[in-house]
């Protein structure tokens, strides 16, 4: 898992391809090693960031908690499967934990799929622009953003070649951030070979993620990258 809020580009190393699951890049900012009981219950790895504990770090030290205020931002790796076929355990976690924003790795949402069989009551689906290539036609990440957030989806930083959805969001009177949540995979699905598999494949597609990131960190906004990237940052060598 990564999560990661910067306005930096020392979280941007770059990888040679190989690895397994885990962070990269920068010293992540929450993560969920050790889960509680409570996280143990829910069948899915999940990270739970309140984006107050960063940007209003030292304001709580002298205005009090301020938590109720900031934005909470949810990202889950369902695992194999379709999102349809989890949409209830899915439902589930937002009764729980009521994120503002929601991301799903590994979503795996066709674009056969009935969207209204994936839609939660409030929130707004919200998929990467890999539906819409006509050699993918599958969203492997998703997001669903509740209504009381003021925000747009920044279509301007993504592409139909990776998993990657950018948001400028906020609350009502409240700083706008910028806000990504991606999905590195492994190789692309359904296709007739295994091409997409090869070390320079996933490369080319990780450095087209570090390109929209480069660009998100000129708008001189708070960054906050979110997702499963596949990646095993405490061994480069393997």
């Known amino acids: 898992k990564i999560l990661f ?16 699951s885990g962070g990269v890049g920068t010293i992540p900012t929450s993560i969920n090693t050790n889960p509680t009981d409570d996280f143990k219950k829910v069948p899915f790895n999940i990270d739970l960031f309140d984006h107050t504990n960063i940007s209003n770090k030292f304001m709580k030290m002298t205005n009090g908690n301020r938590r109720q205020n900031g934005l909470k931002i949810l990202h889950v790796n369902k695992g194999n499967g379709f999102l349809e076929t989890n949409i209830h355990e899915i439902e589930n976690i937002v009764d729980k934990y009521r ?18 069989n994936v839609k939660l009551e ?14 993918l036609k ?3 990440v998703v997001a669903y953003m509740h209504k009381s957030v003021i925000g747009k989806v920044r279509y ?43 070390v320079d494949q996933q490369l080319a597609r990780w450095n087209t993620f570090l390109d929209q990131w480069d660009k998100a960190l000129l708008e001189n906004k708070e960054v906050i990258v979110i997702g499963d990237m596949n990646l095993n940052h405490l061994n480069w060598t393997q």
């Open 122 to 135: 409030d929130y707004e689906l919200i998929t990467s622009k890999t539906i819409d290539n006509d050699a």
């Open 99 to 116: 994120p503002h924003v929601l991301g799903i790795s590994e979503s795996n949402l066709f674009k056969e799929n009935d969207i209204e």
């Open 5 to 20: 809020s910067t306005k930096c580009n020392q979280c941007l190393n770059k990888f040679d391809g190989k690895g397994e």
């Open 138 to 140: 599958v969203s492997r």
């Open 156 to 198: 301007d930083l993504m592409n139909d070649k990776f998993s990657s959805i950018w948001m400028e969001i906020g609350l009502p009177r409240k700083k706008k951030i910028l806000l990504c949540n991606a999905y590195r995979e492994w190789q692309y699905l359904k296709q007739d070979d295994n091409s997409s598999l090869a």
